[in-house]
C-alpha cells in the first residue's frame, strides 16, 4: 500500500536501532493495509446473536471477545446496522484496553481522554447499564462527537464532559473505581493508516508528548480511589512516551503499582531496556537509575506480531486503605404539572417502560428545555464544563414533548408500540436513513423506525405519511 507521505526518515532509524533484526518484519507489516475490525455492541445484541445475522463472515480477535476481522471489502461503515449502533469500528489494537481494564458493572468509570469514544463504548458494555461512565474531552468539538458516539450506543448512565484534567482532579479526587488515559501521543502506531501522523512526527514532538502525558497522569492519578485501577494508554511505539512515562510515574506515584496483564495471544511485553534515566526533560546530574524490571508488565501491540496497529497499554492500582470517596449525587428536578402531562401525553400509550425517576430539565431558552433522566449515583456537575449529565429523553419545546434519538437508540423494539420495522436491505430504510418522507400508512402519530427489530430512530406518521425525524446530522449524504 503506497501512502502520500513517506515515513520519517528519524523514525526510521530509531525504529532500525530498537528493533534490530525485527525491524525487517516491522517495515513490511507498515507496508500493509490494515484489516477491518468491529466490535459488537452487546447493550443491544449478543455476540452469538450478532453473528447469525452478520452480513460477513466474522473472524475473532483474540484479545477482545466482542471484537471480529472482517474482510477488506466489507461495508461495515455504510450498512443500517452500524446506524443501528450494533457495532462499531475500531482498530484491533485498542480493543485491548478495555479488556485489560475489564470495568465491572455498578463501578464508577472516567475516560478521561475519550473523543471519539472507541474505548468508552467499549467499558460501556462492560458496565452493561449498571454504574456510572463519566466521558471526558478536553476539546469542545471533540466532546460533542464523544456525545453523539455515546448517544448511538446505547448508553444510558453516561455523563459527558469538556474538562481539564486538573479540574476533574479537584473536584473528584479518589472517587473512580477505573479511569482511562488514552493519551494524546505522537501517533507512531497510526502511521499505517494517517498521513498527518506521518507529517507532524518529529523527535522533539515525541518529547513534548512525553511530558504532556505525564501531566495527564498525575490528574488522572489522584481520582483514582485506592483499590481502584489506572490505564494509561498510546498509539505509538516510542519508549519515551511508553515505558519512560510509566517509569516517571513510578517513581513520583509510589502508592501505584504495575498490574501483571493477561498474556493473550498477540500480546508482547513492555521494554525496560529502552528507557534510560535521566530521561530528557530531567535534570541531566540526576543519578542515573537502571529500569525496572517490571516494565515489561506493560503491553505492546506490534503491526509484525499481531493483525493491530501499535499500541501500548500499561493497568496500574492503587494501593492503600479502600476508602471511598462519596461525591455529590446530582440534583433531581420536579417537573412542573404541565411539562409532566406534556411527557406522559408521549410516554404512556407509547413506551412500555417506566419513565425514569431521576429527571433533570436542562433550559435552552424561554420557550425550550431538553429533559434528561439521572441514573442513581449520578455526580452532581455543576460548575463544569457539561456536555451531557444523563440520558437524554427529549426536548419540551412551547408546552410540547419530543423524544430525543438517545431515546430511540436506547430502547429495545418491544419497548414501543409503533413501530416501522423493515429488513436491512429494504429500499424503505435506506430511504429513512437520507432523511425522506415515507409513504407508509398506519395509526397516526410517532412511531420508532427499526432495522430487523433494532431502532434507527423517530417518525411522526400524518395522514399516510411518515415524516422523517432522524437526525440531519446523521443523514447519509
Ligand atoms: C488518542 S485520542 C482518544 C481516543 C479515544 N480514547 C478512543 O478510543 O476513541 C486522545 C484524546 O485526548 C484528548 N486530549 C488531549 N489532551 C487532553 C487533556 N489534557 N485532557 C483530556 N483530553 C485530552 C484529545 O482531544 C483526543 O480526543
Given at each position: 500500500m503506497g501512502r502520500e507521505t513517506a515515513l520519517p526518515l528519524t523514525f526510521l532509524a530509531r525504529m532500525a536501532a530498537l528493533l534490530d533484526e525485527e525491524f525487517v518484519p516491522f517495515m513490511a507489516a507498515l507496508n500493509q493495509t490494515p484489516v477491518p475490525a468491529i466490535r459488537i455492541n452487546t447493550l443491544k445484541i449478543s455476540v452469538a446473536d450478532f453473528a447469525a445475522c452478520s452480513p460477513w463472515p466474522l473472524t475473532p480477535i483474540p484479545?477482545?471477545?466482542?471484537g471480529f476481522f472482517l474482510d477488506r471489502k466489507a461495508n461495515a461503515g455504510t450498512h443500517p446496522f452500524h446506524d443501528a449502533g450494533l457495532y462499531y469500528i475500531q482498530d484491533p489494537s485498542t480493543m485491548a484496553v478495555a479488556t485489560l481494564l475489564a470495568p465491572q458493572p455498578g463501578q464508577r468509570v472516567l475516560d478521561l481522554c475519550a473523543s471519539p469514544g472507541g474505548k468508552t463504548t467499549h467499558m460501556a458494555n462492560f458496565l452493561a447499564g449498571q454504574g456510572v461512565l463519566v466521558a471526558n474531552d478536553i476539546d469542545r468539538s471533540r466532546a460533542e462527537v464523544l456525545r453523539r458516539t455515546l448517544e448511538r450506543w446505547g448508553t444510558r448512565n453516561a455523563v459527558v464532559l469538556n474538562e481539564s484534567p486538573e479540574r476533574l482532579a479537584a473536584r473528584w479526587p479518589g472517587a473512580f473505581d477505573r479511569v482511562l488515559v488514552d493519551a494524546p501521543c505522537s501517533g507512531e502506531g497510526m502511521f499505517r493508516k494517517n498521513d498527518d501522523a506521518r507529517t507532524y512526527w518529529s523527535e522533539a514532538h515525541v518529547q513534548g508528548c512525553a511530558l504532556r502525558q505525564t501531566g495527564i497522569l498525575d490528574s488522572a492519578a489522584q481520582l483514582v480511589r485506592p483499590g481502584g485501577r489506572l490505564a494509561y494508554a498510546t498509539c505509538t511505539f516510542a519508549p519515551e512516551e511508553n515505558e519512560g512515562v510509566i517509569w516517571r510515574f513510578l517513581q513520583s506515584h509510589p502508592d501505584f503499582e504495575l498490574v501483571e496483564p493477561r498474556w493473550l495471544s498477540g500480546f508482547a511485553a513492555g521494554r525496560p531496556d529502552w528507557v534510560a534515566w535521566p530521561a530528557a526533560g530531567e535534570p541531566s546530574d540526576a543519578p542515573a537509575l537502571s529500569p525496572p524490571a517490571e516494565l515489561a508488565s506493560t503491553v505492546r501491540l506490534w503491526p509484525h506480531l499481531a493483525q493491530a496497529e501499535g499500541h501500548f497499554i500499561a493497568i496500574l492500582q492503587r494501593t492503600g486503605d479502600e476508602t471511598p470517596f462519596l461525591w455529590q449525587p446530582a440534583s433531581a428536578t420536579d417537573l412542573s404539572k404541565a411539562d409532566r402531562q406534556a411527557v406522559d401525553t408521549f410516554w404512556e400509550p407509547l413506551i412500555d417502560l417506566p419513565l425514569p425517576q431521576r429527571l433533570t430539565l436542562h433550559t435552552r431558552d424561554e420557550h425550550t428545555a431538553e429533559l434528561l433522566a439521572l441514573t442513581d449515583d449520578a455526580p452532581d456537575t455543576s460548575g463544569l464544563r457539561t456536555v451531557r449529565p444523563g440520558w437524554h429523553l427529549g426536548t419540551l419545546r412551547k408546552g410540547r414533548f419530543e423524544p430525543s434519538h438517545a431515546l430511540a437508540v436506547a430502547l429495545t423494539s418491544d419497548q414501543v408500540a409503533n413501530r416501522l420495522d423493515e429488513p436491512a436491505g429494504s429500499e424503505l430504510v435506506a430511504r429513512y436513513l437520507r432523511g425522506e418522507t415515507l409513504p407508509v400508512d398506519g395509526p397516526a402519530g410517532w412511531l420508532l423506525v427499526t432495522v430487523a427489530g433494532f431502532p434507527l430512530g423517530w417518525g411522526k406518521r400524518v395522514g399516510s405519511t411518515i415524516k422523517n425525524h432522524y437526525p440531519r446530522g446523521l443523514r447519509w449524504g
Open positions: 484479545w477482545c471477545e466482542q
